[in-house]
């Protein structure tokens, strides 16, 4: 069974930090999906990264594929209130357990 | 539609009861899946149809959880006789075929049993 480890588990910042959260796994994956999710709704897919070693950007978020396609990585510059939520990663139908991101203004 | 639309968006059972809970897919996507998420945690997968292929049922926790799909589109997800475990947020997701390029979710179905 291929497991995804999220941490942290809970993280609150204050408005304008930069935080990174993380996602492993002792499988070699051939893609990775980060969805946030706001409470009352169901998680929106923010990237897809299929490459390793890969990068991608999305606003003030960057996303980044381990080299052994094992890991990744999900990086916001200047947090805002807007960023709150639960944070997941996931690959087909296997998602980890979340990162859960409170920015407070 | 747009969209996985998800109904009802709210359901409140008494325990014993048995319940429906619907999903309508994006047109086109031939995968769905269930999931279920308890008050401040994970996704827990549920059952997964595939086209026309015998879906995979590895995640429903109890025979009293069942789930259809009626030609390759509208799934129902049933639970019968509720307990208060059964307590929690149902989430459906769809997809285009054999896409690791990730899903599409509803808002969810908010199931209380109490």
Known sequence: TQLLEQSPQFLSIQEGENLTVYCNSSSVFSSLQWYRQEPGEGPVLL???VTGGEVKKLKRLTFQFGDARKDSSLHITAAQPGDT???LCGYKYIFGTGTRLKVLA | GAGVSQSPSNKVTEKGKDVELRCDPISG???LYWYRQSLGQGLEFLIYFQGNSAPDKSGLPSDRFSAERTGGSVSTLTIQRTQQEDSAVYLCASSWTGTNY???FGSGTRLTVV
């Open chain 1, 85 to 87: 939520g639960l944070y």
């Open chain 2, 29 to 31: 996507h031939t995968a």
């Open chain 2, 102 to 104: 990730g899903y599409t």
């Open chain 1, 47 to 49: 990237v897809t990264v």
